[in-house]
């Protein structure tokens, strides 16, 4: 047996329309982001989910209600989704902590965290998924960070590769979390 999930990144805030990077501070939907969160649910409600496993910052968990509301779909925030702490960069121009990230790999950001502290975070956020929903198919809503650490935990990708690759965006990726699985080297 094996869990299967499907991530999806959190919709369009009015931060990522301003070239803001968010990192640990709420952060909101811009109107575009709420239709888009909408289409996520047509796209993903009738898919056999069993759970949704969301960030609990807001523009996260915002996306989720929107998506999922009025349907039988248990959404489950939890803190270890959220995007990395850019520490006092946290709501600065995405342009500055885009040209530090490989910097901060391994490294925290000053008053933050590093990436390498993210992918620990996911880990244990997937340490108890497979302990508890083996079997199941299930759909993550999170940042970019953990998309990466999804990427190295689950694919066997490097952080080093990933920090400063461009993003594209597409409608979810999809990853295996198989029974007994418990991190890197497994």
């Given at each position: ?7 999806e990144?959190h919709?369009?805030?009015e ?48 996306t ?31 342009s ?5 990230r ?36 299930v ?45 890197p080297?497994?």
């Amino acid at each position: 047996m094996a869990v299967e999930i499907v991530y999806e990144t959190h919709s369009i805030t009015e931060d990522n329309e301003r070239g803001i990077a968010t990192g640990w501070l709420p952060g909101r939907l811009s109107e575009a982001g709420r239709r888009l969160a909408a289409e996520l649910g047509d796209r993903r409600g009738n898919t056999g989910l069993a759970a949704v496993f969301v960030s609990d910052l807001h523009r996260a968990a915002e996306t989720a209600r929107i998506a999922f509301e009025g349907t039988p779909i248990p959404i489950h925030q939890d803190p270890r989704l959220r995007e990395c702490d850019y520490g006092p960069l946290n709501g600065g121009p995405v342009s500055l902590v885009a040209a530090r990230r490989a910097a901060h790999i391994d490294v925290p950001f000053p008053g933050g965290q590093s990436y390498r502290q993210v992918v620990e975070a996911t880990e244990s956020f997937l340490r108890d998924l497979v302990a508890g929903w083996d079997g199941a198919r299930v759909l993550i809503v999170a940042h970019s960070a953990n998309r990466w650490a999804l990427d190295c935990l689950l694919t066997g990708a490097r952080l080093e590769d990933l920090v400063d690759a461009p993003f594209a965006w597409q409608p979810g990726w999809h990853y295996t979390l198989h029974t007994g699985w418990r991190g890197p080297g497994d």
